[in-house]
Protein backbone atom coordinates (compact mmCIF):
# COMPACT_ATOMS: atom_id res chain seq x y z
CA UNK A 1 0.00 0.00 0.00
CA UNK A 2 1.24 3.64 -1.11
CA UNK A 3 0.70 6.27 1.70
CA UNK A 4 0.92 9.69 -0.03
CA UNK A 5 -0.21 13.05 1.16
CA UNK A 6 -0.50 15.48 -1.19
CA UNK A 7 -3.16 15.89 -3.87
CA UNK A 8 -0.27 15.97 -6.71
CA UNK A 9 0.96 12.78 -5.51
CA UNK A 10 -2.18 11.22 -5.20
CA UNK A 11 -3.34 11.83 -9.20
CA UNK A 12 0.15 10.63 -10.21
CA UNK A 13 -0.39 6.93 -8.42
CA UNK A 14 -4.23 7.28 -9.61
CA UNK A 15 -3.04 8.32 -13.77
CA UNK A 16 -4.82 6.44 -15.99
CA UNK A 17 -6.70 4.20 -13.57
CA UNK A 18 -10.24 4.00 -14.22
CA UNK A 19 -11.81 1.50 -12.03
CA UNK A 20 -11.06 3.18 -9.25
CA UNK A 21 -13.17 2.38 -5.69
CA UNK A 22 -12.63 5.18 -2.92
CA UNK A 23 -13.79 4.77 0.46
CA UNK A 24 -13.37 8.57 2.08
CA UNK A 25 -13.12 7.97 6.09
CA UNK A 26 -11.63 10.13 9.30
CA UNK A 27 -9.19 7.90 10.31
CA UNK A 28 -9.14 5.51 14.22
CA UNK A 29 -10.36 2.95 11.59
CA UNK A 30 -12.06 0.04 13.34
CA UNK A 31 -13.52 -3.16 11.35
CA UNK A 32 -16.37 -1.08 10.09
CA UNK A 33 -14.14 0.59 7.95
CA UNK A 34 -12.31 -2.38 6.81
CA UNK A 35 -15.69 -4.29 5.76
CA UNK A 36 -16.40 -0.64 4.03
CA UNK A 37 -12.74 -1.26 2.16
CA UNK A 38 -13.64 -5.04 1.65
CA UNK A 39 -16.06 -4.37 -0.43
CA UNK A 40 -14.98 -1.53 -2.43
CA UNK A 41 -12.42 -4.23 -3.38
CA UNK A 42 -15.34 -6.13 -4.56
CA UNK A 43 -16.57 -3.28 -6.96
CA UNK A 44 -13.66 -1.54 -8.28
CA UNK A 45 -9.30 -1.89 -8.53
CA UNK A 46 -7.59 0.30 -7.26
CA UNK A 47 -8.97 0.93 -3.93
CA UNK A 48 -8.46 4.52 -2.79
CA UNK A 49 -8.96 5.06 0.99
CA UNK A 50 -8.80 8.37 2.31
CA UNK A 51 -8.26 9.50 6.50
CA UNK A 52 -8.76 13.37 7.05
CA UNK A 53 -9.92 14.66 9.93
CA UNK A 54 -12.73 17.34 8.54
CA UNK A 55 -12.69 20.76 10.20
CA UNK A 56 -15.28 21.98 8.02
CA UNK A 57 -17.94 19.46 9.37
CA UNK A 58 -17.40 20.36 13.11
CA UNK A 59 -19.66 22.72 14.78
CA UNK A 60 -17.69 25.45 17.10
CA UNK A 61 -18.73 23.25 20.75
CA UNK A 62 -17.72 19.96 19.11
CA UNK A 63 -14.90 17.41 19.56
CA UNK A 64 -13.00 18.61 16.67
CA UNK A 65 -9.39 18.68 18.73
CA UNK A 66 -10.30 15.37 21.04
CA UNK A 67 -11.31 13.14 17.52
CA UNK A 68 -9.13 10.11 17.79
CA UNK A 69 -5.70 10.41 15.54
CA UNK A 70 -4.31 7.06 14.61
CA UNK A 71 -2.42 7.40 11.31
CA UNK A 72 0.22 5.26 12.22
CA UNK A 73 -2.39 2.54 13.76
CA UNK A 74 -4.99 2.78 10.59
CA UNK A 75 -2.11 2.06 8.19
CA UNK A 76 -0.61 -1.03 10.23
CA UNK A 77 -4.42 -2.13 9.69
CA UNK A 78 -4.91 -1.40 6.39
CA UNK A 79 -1.61 -3.13 5.25
CA UNK A 80 -2.54 -6.10 6.98
CA UNK A 81 -6.43 -6.14 5.42
CA UNK A 82 -4.23 -5.86 2.16
CA UNK A 83 -7.39 -4.27 0.11
CA UNK A 84 -6.25 -0.74 -0.29
CA UNK A 85 -3.69 0.27 -3.05
CA UNK A 86 -2.92 4.05 -2.15
CA UNK A 87 -4.46 5.78 1.38
CA UNK A 88 -4.70 9.46 0.51
CA UNK A 89 -3.88 11.34 4.26
CA UNK A 90 -3.70 15.24 3.65
CA UNK A 91 -3.09 17.77 6.35
CA UNK A 92 -5.36 20.66 6.37
CA UNK A 93 -3.14 23.15 4.50
CA UNK A 94 -3.37 20.47 1.68
CA UNK A 95 -6.69 20.23 1.57
CA UNK A 96 -7.84 23.65 2.56
CA UNK A 97 -4.65 26.12 1.50
CA UNK A 98 -7.18 28.66 1.39
CA UNK A 99 -10.26 29.79 3.22
CA UNK A 100 -13.29 27.34 1.19
CA UNK A 101 -15.63 30.42 0.50
CA UNK A 102 -16.64 27.80 -2.30
CA UNK A 103 -19.33 24.97 -0.08
CA UNK A 104 -21.75 22.63 -1.48
CA UNK A 105 -25.31 23.33 0.59
CA UNK A 106 -27.47 19.86 0.75
CA UNK A 107 -31.51 21.18 -0.12
CA UNK A 108 -33.16 22.57 3.82
CA UNK A 109 -35.44 19.47 3.14
CA UNK A 110 -33.03 16.54 3.90
CA UNK A 111 -29.86 18.96 5.30
CA UNK A 112 -31.61 20.71 7.84
CA UNK A 113 -33.53 17.86 9.44
CA UNK A 114 -32.40 15.41 11.93
CA UNK A 115 -28.74 15.59 12.29
CA UNK A 116 -29.00 18.99 10.38
CA UNK A 117 -31.03 20.43 12.76
CA UNK A 118 -28.62 19.45 15.74
CA UNK A 119 -25.80 20.15 14.41
CA UNK A 120 -25.84 23.44 11.94
CA UNK A 121 -23.86 23.23 9.17
CA UNK A 122 -22.55 19.75 9.34
CA UNK A 123 -23.83 18.94 5.96
CA UNK A 124 -22.37 21.85 4.18
CA UNK A 125 -18.99 20.80 5.53
CA UNK A 126 -19.50 16.47 4.66
CA UNK A 127 -20.90 17.45 1.20
CA UNK A 128 -18.13 20.15 0.33
CA UNK A 129 -15.51 17.61 1.23
CA UNK A 130 -16.84 14.78 -0.31
CA UNK A 131 -16.81 17.11 -3.26
CA UNK A 132 -13.54 17.87 -2.83
CA UNK A 133 -12.17 14.53 -2.15
CA UNK A 134 -14.20 13.23 -5.45
CA UNK A 135 -12.29 15.56 -7.33
CA UNK A 136 -9.20 14.50 -6.45
CA UNK A 137 -9.60 10.73 -6.77
CA UNK A 138 -12.15 10.56 -9.36
CA UNK A 139 -13.98 7.31 -8.63
CA UNK A 140 -16.14 4.78 -10.33
CA UNK A 141 -17.90 3.61 -6.75
CA UNK A 142 -17.41 5.35 -3.39
CA UNK A 143 -18.36 3.36 -0.47
CA UNK A 144 -20.40 4.76 2.88
CA UNK A 145 -21.97 3.15 5.77
CA UNK A 146 -25.69 3.17 6.46
CA UNK A 147 -24.90 4.40 10.25
CA UNK A 148 -24.94 7.48 8.71
CA UNK A 149 -28.31 6.81 6.54
CA UNK A 150 -28.67 10.99 6.28
CA UNK A 151 -25.34 11.45 4.82
CA UNK A 152 -25.89 8.67 2.62
CA UNK A 153 -28.67 10.14 1.21
CA UNK A 154 -27.41 13.42 0.64
CA UNK A 155 -24.30 12.58 -0.91
CA UNK A 156 -25.98 10.06 -2.92
CA UNK A 157 -28.54 13.41 -3.93
CA UNK A 158 -25.37 15.42 -4.61
CA UNK A 159 -23.69 13.13 -7.26
CA UNK A 160 -27.07 12.95 -8.95
CA UNK A 161 -27.51 16.75 -8.89
CA UNK A 162 -23.89 17.53 -9.89
CA UNK A 163 -23.86 14.48 -13.13
CA UNK A 164 -20.61 13.06 -10.82
CA UNK A 165 -19.55 9.76 -12.28
CA UNK A 166 -19.13 8.17 -9.06
CA UNK A 167 -21.62 5.72 -7.81
CA UNK A 168 -22.67 5.27 -4.21
CA UNK A 169 -22.71 1.75 -2.80
CA UNK A 170 -24.23 1.27 0.52
CA UNK A 171 -22.78 -1.03 3.24
CA UNK A 172 -24.95 -1.89 5.91
CA UNK A 173 -24.14 -0.78 9.45
CA UNK A 174 -21.68 -2.94 11.50
CA UNK A 175 -22.24 -3.92 14.64
CA UNK A 176 -20.55 -5.40 18.13
CA UNK A 177 -21.64 -8.81 19.36
CA UNK A 178 -24.28 -6.98 21.67
CA UNK A 179 -25.72 -4.93 18.95
CA UNK A 180 -23.83 -1.35 19.16
CA UNK A 181 -22.57 0.01 15.96
CA UNK A 182 -18.98 0.94 16.08
CA UNK A 183 -17.86 3.94 16.00
CA UNK A 184 -14.71 5.48 16.39
CA UNK A 185 -16.53 7.71 19.23
CA UNK A 186 -17.52 4.49 21.31
CA UNK A 187 -13.63 4.82 22.59
CA UNK A 188 -14.95 7.56 24.70
CA UNK A 189 -17.64 5.49 26.65
CA UNK A 190 -16.43 4.65 29.91
CA UNK A 191 -17.34 0.81 30.95
CA UNK A 192 -20.35 1.44 32.82
CA UNK A 193 -21.65 3.57 29.58
CA UNK A 194 -20.38 1.09 27.37
CA UNK A 195 -22.60 -1.31 28.88
CA UNK A 196 -25.82 0.64 28.77
CA UNK A 197 -24.82 1.66 25.02
CA UNK A 198 -26.39 -1.22 23.15
CA UNK A 199 -29.88 -0.21 24.68
CA UNK A 200 -29.81 2.62 21.56
CA UNK A 201 -30.21 -0.27 19.44
CA UNK A 202 -32.71 -2.24 21.32
CA UNK A 203 -35.04 0.70 21.68
CA UNK A 204 -34.40 0.89 17.36
CA UNK A 205 -35.48 -2.87 17.42
CA UNK A 206 -38.68 -2.21 19.21
CA UNK A 207 -39.46 0.45 17.07
CA UNK A 208 -39.56 -1.91 14.25
CA UNK A 209 -41.48 -4.53 16.27
CA UNK A 210 -44.55 -2.60 16.83
CA UNK A 211 -44.04 -0.74 13.10
CA UNK A 212 -44.34 -4.17 11.66
CA UNK A 213 -46.54 -5.30 14.24
CA UNK A 214 -49.45 -3.29 12.79
CA UNK A 215 -48.86 0.33 14.89
CA UNK A 216 -49.65 3.36 13.00
CA UNK A 217 -49.26 6.20 15.63
CA UNK A 218 -45.70 7.05 14.70
CA UNK A 219 -45.92 9.79 17.23
CA UNK A 220 -46.60 7.79 20.23
CA UNK A 221 -44.08 5.16 19.35
CA UNK A 222 -41.50 7.93 18.98
CA UNK A 223 -42.42 9.66 22.82
CA UNK A 224 -42.20 5.34 24.21
CA UNK A 225 -38.81 5.65 22.69
CA UNK A 226 -37.36 8.84 23.69
CA UNK A 227 -38.79 7.76 27.34
CA UNK A 228 -36.90 4.47 27.58
CA UNK A 229 -34.07 6.25 26.31
CA UNK A 230 -34.73 9.28 28.59
CA UNK A 231 -35.23 7.28 31.53
CA UNK A 232 -31.74 5.22 31.46
CA UNK A 233 -30.04 8.41 31.47
CA UNK A 234 -29.39 9.55 27.76
CA UNK A 235 -29.88 12.84 26.78
CA UNK A 236 -31.58 12.32 23.51
CA UNK A 237 -31.79 14.46 20.31
CA UNK A 238 -34.12 12.46 18.25
CA UNK A 239 -35.67 9.21 17.73
CA UNK A 240 -37.81 9.67 14.27
CA UNK A 241 -39.49 7.41 12.15
CA UNK A 242 -39.25 8.57 8.66
CA UNK A 243 -39.87 7.72 5.01
CA UNK A 244 -36.69 5.73 3.56
CA UNK A 245 -37.04 7.19 0.05
CA UNK A 246 -36.95 11.08 1.00
CA UNK A 247 -36.81 11.17 5.44
CA UNK A 248 -39.99 12.81 5.40
CA UNK A 249 -42.70 11.92 8.07
CA UNK A 250 -44.80 9.07 7.13
CA UNK A 251 -48.39 9.38 7.27
CA UNK A 252 -50.89 6.75 9.66
CA UNK A 253 -52.07 5.96 6.36
CA UNK A 254 -48.34 5.12 4.57
CA UNK A 255 -47.48 3.26 7.94
CA UNK A 256 -50.00 1.14 7.31
CA UNK A 257 -49.55 0.38 3.61
CA UNK A 258 -46.52 -0.59 4.07
CA UNK A 259 -44.54 2.47 3.22
CA UNK A 260 -40.73 1.65 3.36
CA UNK A 261 -39.46 3.40 6.79
CA UNK A 262 -36.05 4.14 8.66
CA UNK A 263 -36.11 4.75 12.59
CA UNK A 264 -33.56 7.33 13.28
CA UNK A 265 -31.81 8.04 16.38
CA UNK A 266 -29.47 10.44 18.46
CA UNK A 267 -28.27 10.60 21.89
CA UNK A 268 -25.71 11.59 24.24
CA UNK A 269 -24.75 8.43 26.75
CA UNK A 270 -22.73 10.87 29.14
CA UNK A 271 -20.57 13.46 26.69
CA UNK A 272 -20.37 10.65 24.35
CA UNK A 273 -22.97 11.17 21.48
CA UNK A 274 -24.09 8.33 19.55
CA UNK A 275 -25.89 7.64 16.34
CA UNK A 276 -27.57 4.93 14.84
CA UNK A 277 -31.01 3.93 12.80
CA UNK A 278 -32.77 0.79 11.27
CA UNK A 279 -34.71 -0.03 8.69
CA UNK A 280 -38.13 -0.92 8.74
Known amino acids: MKVVHSI ?55 DFDKYPRTLQDDIDKLQKQNHVYVLFAPNEQEMYPEPQNYRVSPPSDLGDILEGEFRPGFFIGVTTVVLKLFSCVQPRVAVFGKKDYQQLMIIRAMCRQFALPTEIIPHETVRDTDGLALSSRNRFLSEPERREAPRLYRVLNEVRDRLKAGATDVPAIEFDARKDLTTAGWKVDYVAVRRQRDLKIPTASEVAAGEALVTLAAAKLGTTRLIDNLEV
Do not use: W, Y
Not at 10 to 34: C, K, S, Y
Not at 36 to 61: C, E, T, W, Y
Open 8 to 62: EALRDQLRGQNRIAFVPTMGNLHEGHLALMKMAHQHGDPVVASIFVNRLQFGPNE
